[in-house]
């Protein structure tokens, strides 16, 4: 029990749109307009249930003490010798999740294979949905080739991210607030075209909502639910489970989107992916009260209207040691043509982060991993029983192809991820940074119970080939300090470490088997989010803070001359008029564009843009949105000689000649 607990509130404490989306929804439903004492208080109480949640993870850290749990090998991969099972009916699958919650774990290998089922149908009460129309063609919401314009920020090029706003250099569109906003953009003639409610009967829209664009074509994703039939001794009951639902529009006439299809996948919104045409729907599913004749209750499954799809055991990768009864699910979707979706698997064990190129999809799954030992005296005679535990992270790397999805390999790694920028792919090598925390208490046994309780944090980086078999690795950094933040750069890899001051660590990966710290920079502060500038320039932003207490001191700019890998400089500085940014929380709120000498991002209730000339970080606007509760639904973007700031409450357009605002849309 205590293990599930962990795993879930560890993927609260990750989320990435957690309990100030909640609040702020709730707001923005009952349209409250916050006065500074109440957003005092609101973001108070945020922080206080942060605390709460920490503190869960933390007590089911300290608590669980079982003694069937056994330390995971450091090097253990998914194909490590042990017990294997093989899955031939969701009776199996049944079994293995009802002994998992009983507490039972045979600690082996449980690999999927056996004759495929046939795709059982499940009727479900979800609304009707409209037949899907013919392939949409290029239409009035085609890009514009003749100018140019900003996309998504995104980890790996060429690789779309979903987001609240999509732009093809003629329309912007924008997702907020269960509404769907499509602007033509035309410098100070830029207008409002349509506003699309996404509410609907049978869904609830939910504060993950985000969007793709393609040609004519627009997905927009958001948590939902889906309404099944549980026939039992009494007749019989509905049961909701979670569903995330991509919905997709024709928007070939802005001014009036028309729905196409809506397709459901279980499982909570994680993130999503665009390659080509194809989007790869990320989502995590628990699985809490199983019915056994019902397997939609344990099964993942997909959506059309109102007919629910099951997966079959071979499309089921079961493996590693699961410590939580949970599915990572990857539906893939035709965003161009699709009326369904081309294929769905699913991992057993809940993903919070995932790395995505053209080719793979890297999964990461936290696992917690303890020892109990017997009752023993220790040097000084007093009887003890001894809990060493640590934290690991199972990996799963899937193949992506034209919408077909592959299990590849299986691994795992000690330490947990900080995001997906802890993760990359570079010359058919995986590199993944990691903080491992090791703890260990002892109860003293002699009379009454006694505790003690230690713990310390280290940080690693591992390299890994294709089959995930760890080849190299750099361990014992940063000791009781936590990764901050991550980028990868070819042979370079940095990554930022932080108790009171900030390492700035460079590694030398041209050698996978023997990676090596080339610098470690050390200044107060440190950086949330990191980013390659240009060539021997990587731009950091994330908060100054006293080198003596580590307290933070508000939102910091830096800039670090990386010409010479061994010897790192932070050459320029800048301290932000803001207290927090979310840019370290979502990488997708910055836009930073080299050749336009644009660094421009959300903070506190303001959007800023900077430029960085000689050295020196220069403000060249700074846009007030106070109207919007909170700076998370801030985005900027440009459009040839223009830039659009857009929020909840409207849009700013600033001239890219001298910053001037030429305009203003109101939204809503």
Not at 64 to 87: C, D, F, H, K
Request: a negative charge.
């Amino acid at each position: 029990m205590f293990k599930e607990q962990y795993i879930r509130d560890n993927d609260k404490l990750h989320a990435k749109e957690t309990l100030l989306m909640e609040i702020k929804e709730k707001n923005t439903r009952e349209k409250i307009a916050l006065t500074p004492k109440q957003k005092f208080v609101r973001y108070g109480a945020v922080f206080a249930a942060f605390l709460l949640v920490a503190a869960g993870v933390f007590g089911a850290l300290y608590a669980y003490r079982g003694t069937n749990a056994a330390a995971t090998p450091e090097n253990a991969t998914l194909s490590a010798s042990g017990a294997v099972t093989e899955i031939t009916s969701y009776d199996d699958v049944y079994a293995m999740i009802e002994a998992m919650q009983s507490g039972y774990s045979n600690g082996g290998i449980v690999a999927i294979g056996g004759a495929a089922m046939d795709g059982a149908m499940v009727k479900t009460e979800s609304a009707t949905v409209e037949a899907p129309a013919a392939v949409a063609q290029e239409g009035a919401a085609a890009m514009d080739s003749n100018v140019d314009y900003s996309g998504t920020n995104v980890q790996v090029k060429g690789v779309d991210e979903a987001d609240i706003v999509k732009t093809d250099g003629n329309y912007i569109y924008y997702l907020a607030a269960s509404q769907l906003n499509i602007l033509k953009a035309d410098g100070a003639n830029t207008s409002l075209v349509s506003s699309t409610s996404l509410s609907a009967d049978d869904s609830w829209w939910g504060y993950n909502s985000e969007l793709f664009i393609l040609g004519s074509r627009l997905m927009v994703i958001t948590q939902s639910y889906n309404t099944v039939w549980i026939n039992d001794v009494n007749g019989g009951y509905e049961n909701n489970t979670d569903q995330t639902t991509a919905v997709i529009y024709d928007i070939s006439n802005p001014a009036k989107p028309v729905q196409v299809v809506s397709l459901g996948q279980s499982g909570s919104y994680v993130s999503a992916r665009m390659v080509g045409d194809y989007v790869y729907l990320v989502t995590s599913q628990y699985v809490y009260n199983l019915v056994k004749e019902t397997p939609v209750t344990y099964i993942p499954a997909t959506t059309v209207g109102a007919e629910t799809k099951l997966l079959q055991p071979t499309d089921l990768y079961i493996g590693g040691n699961p410590q939580s009864a949970a599915y990572t699910v990857v539906g893939a979707i035709n965003l161009k043509s699709g009326a369904n979706f081309s294929s769905a698997k699913a991992v057993f064990g809940g993903t919070s982060q995932l790395y995505a190129n053209a080719d793979h999809l890297l999964l990461a799954i936290a696992q917690y991993n303890e020892e109990t030992l017997p009752i023993t005296p220790d040097k000084n005679g007093k009887n003890v029983q001894i809990t060493n535990g640590s934290n690991s992270t199972d990996l799963v790397l899937l193949g992506i192809s034209e919408g077909q999805i592959t299990k590849l390999a299986g691994g795992n790694v000690p330490g947990s991820l900080l995001n997906q920028f802890s993760m990359d792919e570079y010359k058919n090598v995986f590199r993944v940074v990691t903080t491992r925390n090791s703890w260990q208490q002892r109860i003293y046994t002699d009379g009454v119970d006694t505790y003690e309780y230690d713990s310390t944090n280290t940080n690693a980086l591992y390299t890994l080939d294709q089959n995930l078999s760890i080849l190299g690795k750099i361990e014992n950094l940063a000791k009781d300090e936590t990764v901050q933040s991550v980028r990868f750069d070819g042979d370079v890899g940095y990554f930022v470490t932080f108790r009171q001051v900030d390492p700035l660590f460079a590694v030398d990966l041209s050698n996978p088997a023997y990676p090596r710290v080339l610098n470690a920079l050390k200044i107060p502060g440190f950086s949330e989010y990191l980013h390659v500038f240009r060539d021997n320039l990587l731009l950091g932003i994330g908060y100054s803070a006293d080198d003596q207490t580590g307290a933070t001191q508000g939102v910091k700019l830096s800039m670090f001359d990386t010409a010479n890998k061994s010897n790192v400089k932070e050459i320029a500085t800048e301290k932000v008029d803001a207290s927090w940014t979310i840019v370290g929380s979502n990488h997708k709120a910055i836009l930073v564009d080299a050749e336009k000498n644009l660094i421009a991002f959300p903070a506190d209730s303001n959007y800023y843009i900077y430029r960085y000339t000689n050295q020196t970080f220069e403000l060249a606007a700074k846009v007030n949105m106070t109207a919007d509760l909170s700076s998370w639904n801030l985005r900027g973007l440009f459009i040839g000689n223009y830039f659009y700031v857009i929020g909840e409450s409207g849009l700013t357009v600033i001239s890219l000649t001298d910053f001037s605002v030429v305009t203003t849309v109101k939204l809503g």
